[in-house]
């Protein structure tokens, strides 16, 4: 046995990449000197190989010969130890034993095929640096090269002779005598098991196992805490509530059931006949009709603690996860888009200013749009849509939201597991990999996270849950499974465990494939190994499925049966190791209740006054963060795959405007289509919740009928991401905004058809002084909106057409610059924030359909961060035109400032407003759309490349669109 | 043989080969997707086909490099069959990633004393890029994919699409028989100068390469994600085509054997 290194250097002419940007990255780390780095892709080979075979290896599969060369030796060898650049010191990264390494596999199966065995296969990076002092290497290591929740680091030469994985485990039962713990024992159990249970649980579940006269095992407790977790149940939200706000008090049985789910009950009875809602908060994602085959279905979920951890892995499993979930819809269904919205603290923040445990702001975004573009793409996949918001409050605690939509055929939009069916696992292998994942959401993040819960944090396989897409959707057409659901959170304690909650099933748990050896059967149990699907498949139709699944290369076991028993019932080698019941289970929890409270305030005023500094205000606010372009990102992503893509996200002149939402087919040859938008305003949050949301509602309806979506087709979605909701206040806030999400759907006929919570987003750590300082991140409501479109050719687009054509502002415009990106870049507060009418929005939005598909609209455009000012620099740049607009013929609504109607006119950020391109001979029958309802007709293009507003005789702004575009495009061009 | 069928051959990892089946039967033909493992376990499968499309995606997730994987799998256990293909005067594509692994495999160019002639390798910035570009078929090359064609906007989407030759030997003798069939060039058509018309930083700017006989083409732009006009980006602005510039390439393919 030999343990051979496999060294990949750039070759002559060629330049080393990754050395060349690490080293530009090093200098902002403040080391001691200047660091410069060369690096190396290497590989570990464990087998028993020669030479010849190694070096055959490395030429042929590893490394390219084009443009790279190899050094190939047994690990200790002198020859590894050349470095390319003078008096370097090595440093070596690796996964650690047992973390995913998708390469290592692939690379592992393709020595086979090429008739080479090797034991065990190992990536690595490999760094030679010089210019720091010896102590400062493992803080370039530690803050640059690599990330030690996952990975091992060695500086200087590597000493192993062995790539060993797991060792063999001993069965042993291990029972948990809760019935002698008194409630300090029970609460510590609950926190070093990393249960994360309440006091109150815990002592029912105490209660539980003395009225059966036994303690529990080991694997019924985490069968319990994983069922029970926030995570896995929304208990919080779900439970019972009294809120207090200035209208009084009001109570609730279940939060969520009365506000969110009850306005799609009403919505549906509302339409009647006509209801195109199909299941909604029922299955994994949410179903709507689409056309006379299909439906579709979209679901939105979160991975921020995983991805405050390890960013790219984190991220990469969000969007891996979220995939899954309309493949274990229904009877699965075919993922059309993704979207994704990230919040971020400034990547600009200084590396002194980052409290311990926190990982910079710059390395967690390149890792987060790294993590979604490396499995996103690998799954073929368009990512349509997304945003990207910046706030120095997730600075500890980043966001990471993933969202998938899916076609599924009318007729397998549903599942029923029938007693009998075979449990089966398909997809990845069970490894230690995410213990503790769903309860571990449940905790606050600490700067002690990393050590405790490193184990939650995992790397995706996009490949393989590519392979089990395919073959899910050919056993789907070929009818051979009666129900499907993804292991998600909780692993298949939480999958098997709903798909038998109903009737009973008995799991037979060293079945599992294992990606090693060493797993107890409780670690088989909850891990959360990523890429596994479970279906209950009647016996008659298992060896079709499991041919069908063999011929593609993916693994299919049989993990137990579901029978009628109405228990949970798991075994190991025939020993039973758990026996509850699914009563208990899924309904033994008792009800949370929780206080809440909102203390709305008086609105602080806000200095509105007009001063000559608009045209600074206008590129300082294109500039500011949240508005800047994104285009680095979004190219990274594939959005055209597929071939469905209609509208992308960049759309204009040049490929590279802001476009409102993107719009795909997801059936090739049809023109039927559906528009894709989000809306969330973090900033309003401070303020008014209630707005907040409302507004977040509006801003995604409206980029929605802004590119031409039926406004009586957009299905919603809500992601709520929260602070430490135990607080009164913190869940009041989030009562308010349901409250709102209520209300607004309502109003507007808007169902909400799918949602999720991530609460307790807080990030601990103790100060220089040993003062624990918490940092809670704004109240943040993700509005994910999904709408229709008949047909696609009737879209249009933001960028400016044709100059000569008139530019009207349909909304009414009041004095809400609260929350404001004015406000932002200014440094102001207070204020009144944006509020939604609905009773105008609604026939708002109808009149913009209407227009649209009347075709008399050239451009269309929505005012959001930044106001109007802002669209119409948007749209005169991204159309490479000019815009030449009068603000005297906009009449404010409300009361105004005396001295600051201006500043209003051009950066308030009211809803429901839309700047919109018509052709001179289209006027009259589009002003005839918007008859009875606010409209301005407020200047015309031009084609002189400037942005000129003005009132009357006064000039407010008069700018370059070059000028314009290149503040919005440079703070994030990376 | 009036309507030629078409093996779409996909591995764990393709994700274009459903729009890609569309393109050619677009064009008039007949596809079909056929899983490699079908192909391995019947290599005279491929016999019942006149076109062989690899199409895009991440085949074996690109891991260790863009289509090395497959490519050595067609290496190992399908050579002959490949070479029997070429040899009976049937047609060939490479689509992206069907382009690298075409490449990598041999197929595409043969190999010489100093084994691969060119690769395909990491974009110049490091990134995966998503963008329209605009292209120039070579007047010179045998290509029978591009006949009949001079200009097209496509788009690319790839982090490994950097076209480059091992020495200038082989360039000057793939560029003498006009088997450069393909570069990235500006709006306007004049040569790119670098990065975003030139998306990778490919060599010479080229964007596609044929092998001597002009039956097997690989290229880095999606010609199937432009077969109809709304998918122009720019089609709000500019007004609709009569079809996309992606359709000639597969209608070239089908009409081949007409």
């Known amino acids: ?974 | 043989m009036a309507i030629p069928r078409v093996l779409v051959l996909r591995a764990p990892g393709t994700n274009c080969d459903h729009e890609t089946k569309f393109a050619f039967e677009q064009a008039g033909g007949s596809a079909d997707r056929v899983h490699i493992n079908r192909l391995l376990e019947n290599p005279s499968l491929a016999s019942e086909y006149q076109i062989l499309c690899i199409p895009g995606g991440f085949s074996y997730g690109d891991d260790v490099a863009a289509g090395r994987i497959l490519a050595n799998q067609m290496r190992n256990h399908l050579s002959e069959t490949m070479h029997q293909f070429k040899a009976d005067g049937k047609l060939m594509l490479g689509i992206c990633n069907g382009f690298q692994v075409l490449i990598k495999s041999g197929v595409l160019l043969d190999d010489d004393d100093s084994g691969e002639p060119a690769t395909l390798t990491w974009n110049d910035h490091g990134r995966y890029e998503d963008r329209w570009v605009y292209l120039k078929v070579n007047p010179e090359t045998p290509c029978i994919f591009l006949q009949g064609i001079e200009q097209m906007y496509l788009p690319i989407a790839h982090a490994e699409g950097k076209f480059v030759t091992r020495d200038e030997q082989v360039f000057d003798s793939l560029s003498q028989s006009g088997q450069f069939a393909l570069h990235y060039v500006n709006s306007d058509g004049s040569a790119a100068e670098g990065f975003p018309a030139n998306p990778n930083g490919a060599q010479s700017n080229i964007a596609g390469a044929c092998d001597a006989s002009g039956r097997v083409l690989g290229l880095m732009p999606h010609p199937e994600r432009f077969l109809d006009p709304l998918q122009h980006p720019r089609w709000t602005c500019e007004g609709l085509q009569d079809e996309g510039d992606g359709l000639a390439i597969f209608r070239n393919a089908v009409q081949f054997f007409a």
């Open chain 1, 1 to 974: 046995m030999t343990l051979w290194e496999v060294d990949i250097y750039a070759g002559d002419g060629h330049p080393d990449r990754e050395g060349i940007s690490l080293t530009a990255d090093a200098r902002d780390l403040g080391l001691s000197g200047t660091a410069d780095i060369a690096s190396v892709r290497s590989y570990l080979l464990d087998g028993d190989v020669s030479a010849e075979q190694a070096s055959s290896i490395a030429e042929t599969l590893l490394a390219d010969k084009v443009v790279e060369h190899t050094v190939v030796a047994p690990v200790g060898d002198i020859q590894l130890a050349q470095s390319p650049i003078d008096g370097a010191t090595s440093i070596h990264v690796m996964p650690k034993a047992g973390v995913m390494d998708p390469v290592a596999a692939s690379a592992k199966q393709a020595m086979a095929d090429a008739g080479v065995a090797i034991d065990e296969v190992r990536t690595m990076r490999k760094y030679w640096v010089t210019g720091l002092e010896p102590n400062d290497l493992s803080t370039l290591a530690g803050k640059l090269l690599a990330n030690d929740s996952i990975e091992q680091v060695v500086v200087g030469p590597l000493e192993m002779d062995r790539l060993q994985v797991g060792s063999p485990y001993t069965y042993e039962l291990i029972t948990v005598p809760i019935r002698s713990l008194d409630d300090d024992a029970l609460m510590k159990l609950s926190s070093e098991g990393q249960l994360y249970l309440t006091l109150v649980e815990m002592q029912t579940i105490k209660t539980h196992f003395e009225e059966l006269g036994r303690d529990p095992t080991d694997i019924e407790l985490e069968s319990v805490a994983q069922t029970w977790s926030e995570h896995c149940s929304h208990k919080t939200l779900a439970g019972r509530i009294a809120y207090r706000d200035e209208n009084g008090e009001q109570r609730f049985e279940n939060m969520l059931k009365e506000t969110i789910f009850d306005a799609t009950v009403q919505i549906r009875e509302r339409l009647g006949e006509d209801d195109w809602c199909v299941s909604v908060f029922k299955d994994n994602a949410g179903i709507v009709r689409f056309d006379d085959d299909y439906n579709v279905v979209f679901k939105v979920e979160t991975h921020n603690h995983p991805s405050a951890l390890e960013p790219y892995g984190g991220a990469n499993t969000g969007i891996g996860g979220v995939i899954r979930d309309p493949l274990g819809t229904g009877l699965g269904a075919k993922p059309i888009c993704n979207t994704d919205v990230f919040c971020f603290a400034d990547p600009s923040t200084s590396h002194e200013n980052l409290p311990p445990g926190v990982l910079h702001p710059r390395r967690v975004m390149n890792g987060v749009v790294s993590g979604v573009r490396d499995y996103g793409n690998r799954m073929g996949i368009p990512t349509v849509n997304g945003a990207v918001y910046f706030d120095d409050r997730y600075l500890g605690n980043p966001l990471v939201y993933c969202g998938n939509v899916g076609l599924i055929p009318r007729d397998k939009s549903f599942k029923e597991v029938m007693a009998g069916d075979l449990g089966v696992a398909i997809g990845g292998r069970t490894g230690r990999d995410g213990i503790h994942g769903a309860t571990f959401s449940s905790a606050e993040l600490t700067s002690e996270s990393e050590t405790l819960s490193g184990g939650a944090v995992q790397i995706g396989n996009a490949i393989t849950e590519k392979m089990v897409l395919d073959v899910l959707l050919e056993a789907r057409d070929q009818g051979l499974y009666t129900a499907v659901t993804d292991c998600g959170a909780g692993g298949f304690s939480s999958a098997v465990g709903e798909m038998g909650e109903d009737l009973g099933v008995v799991v037979w748990l060293e079945k599992a494939p294992l990606k090693y050896d060493g797993l107890s059967y409780t670690e088989v149990w909850i891990s959360e190994a990523q890429e596994r699907m479970v279906f209950s498949v009647p016996e008659r139709n298992w060896e079709t499925f499991r041919e069908l699944c063999e011929s593609e290369g993916v693994e299919a076991t049989v993990i137990g049966q579901f029978e009628d028993t109405g228990r949970l019932h798991l075994t190991y080698h025939g020993e039973t190791v758990g026996d509850i019941s699914m009563e208990f289970l899924h309904d033994g929890r008792p009800p949370i209740v929780r206080d809440a409270h909102f203390d709305a305030g008086d609105i602080q005023p806000l200095d509105v006054v007009d001063d000559a500094g608009f045209s600074d205000d206008l590129l300082a606010i294109l500039g500011s963060l949240n508005v800047a372009s994104k285009e680095w990102v979004i190219r990274q992503y594939d959005h055209e795959v597929q071939a469905g893509s209609v509208i992308k996200p960049l759309v204009g002149v040049e490929n590279d405007g802001p476009g409102d939402a993107s719009v795909v087919r997801p059936v090739l040859g049809s023109n039927q289509a559906l528009a894709i938008s989000c809306g969330m305003n973090p900033h309003f949050g401070d303020y008014d919740p209630y707005h907040m949301a409302a507004s977040a509602i509006d801003e995604a309806l409206r980029n929605c009928v802004a590119v031409g979506a039926d406004p009586s087709r957009i299905a919603i979605l809500d992601n709520f991401c929260w602070g430490y909701t135990d607080r009164p206040e913190t869940l009041g806030s989030l009562v308010r905004a349901a409250l709102a999400c209520k209300d607004v759907a309502i109003s507007m006929g808007t169902p909400f058809i799918s949602g999720k919570d991530s609460l307790n987003n807080e990030f601990s750590f103790f100060d220089d002084s040993g003062e624990k300082q918490t940092i809670s991140i704004p109240p943040t409501l993700l509005i994910s909106a999904m709408g229709q479109v008949p047909d696609a050719a009737k879209c249009v687009t933001m960028d400016l057409k044709s100059a000569g054509n008139a530019i009207y502002l349909v909304g009414k415009t009041s004095e809400e610059l609260g929350g404001s990106h004015w406000s932002l870049v200014r440094g102001l507060s207070g204020g009144q924030v944006p509020r939604m009418d609905t009773s105008v929005a609604k026939p708002t939005f109808e009149a913009m359909y209407k227009a649209i598909t009347s075709s008399v609209v050239r451009a269309c455009h929505d005012l959001s961060e930044g106001g109007l000012a802002v669209a119409a620099a948007e749209m005169a740049f991204s159309g490479g035109l000019g815009i030449a607009l009068d603000l005297s013929a906009v009449r404010l609504s409300g009361d105004v400032t005396v001295g600051g109607e201006y500043t209003v006119k051009l950066f308030s950020e009211s809803n429901t407003r839309f700047l919109v391109e018509v052709p001179e001979d289209k006027a009259s029958e589009f002003e005839a759309c918007f008859e009875g309802l606010t409209l301005s007709r407020i200047g015309s293009v031009t084609n002189d490349g400037v942005c000129k507003i003005v009132d009357g005789e006064t000039t407010l702004i008069e700018s370059e669109i070059t000028a314009l575009k290149e503040a919005w495009q440079k703070p994030l061009r990376w």
